[in-house]
């Protein structure tokens, strides 16, 4: 009778493989980065993911979590770190700043159609500044743009030109 064959195969070293990349993906995968100060002081390395976020009050799969039960009932979770969903929900009323601006070149563009044209948008469309042949409406938003972004910048310039009456204080009676 034939002798059977073997199913498996004689490990081999693979020269191909990088292990210490390997490894940095292993325990990149089992400790993850937690970007999040609170959270990660109160990360225990020793727990799962899933109980480390249940603890703090938050859910590692939001599709079960929409069919929670009242708390305190049988099998619902026991938030045993609160003050971290409280400090979570403070951070997120918190309004967040408009850090938005506008390139060097946008500011210096908009200031020479206005220093050049006031509020005449149809002669900046015109301009041969208007390099990007935008239309009328475009470098009304780019104005309305620098007045949002900058409007300490805009104020200051705008008192620069002069007479507010030849200028209207900056387009207003266009409803910026």
């Keep these: 009778m034939p002798k059977a ?3 498996s195969r ?3 070293f693979d020269y191909n493989r990088d292990r210490k990349k390997l ?3 292993f325990l990149k995968k089992n400790n993850p980065r937690i970007e999040h100060p609170q959270i990660r002081d109160a990360w225990d390395s020793r727990k799962s993911m899933a109980s480390n976020l249940r603890e703090m009050g938050l859910t590692f799969d939001p599709n079960r979590s929409v069919g929670q039960r009242k708390p305190g009932a049988a099998g ?6 609160p003050y971290i969903l409280h400090q979570l929900q403070e951070e ?3 309004p967040e700043k408009d850090t938005k601006t506008l390139s060097s070149d946008l500011l210096e563009f908009v200031q ?3 220093r050049q044209h006031g509020d005449d948008i149809k002669a900046m469309a015109r301009d041969e500044k208007n390099y990007y042949q935008d239309t009328p409406k475009q470098i ?3 104005i309305r743009e620098y007045r949002r972004c900058h ?3 805009y104020q200051d310039f705008m008192r620069s030109l002069g007479d507010p009456r030849d200028r209207r204080d900056g387009l207003d009676h266009m409803d910026l």
């Design 76 to 81: 619902a979770p026991v938030v045993t770190k």
């Design 140 to 142: 009304l938003r780019k």
């Design 5 to 7: 064959k073997k199913s």
């Design 23 to 25: 490894k940095k993906k």
């Design 10 to 12: 004689k490990m081999r």
């Design 92 to 94: 997120a009323s918190r």
């Design 112 to 114: 020479h159609m206005i």
């Design 151 to 153: 409007p300490d910048h």
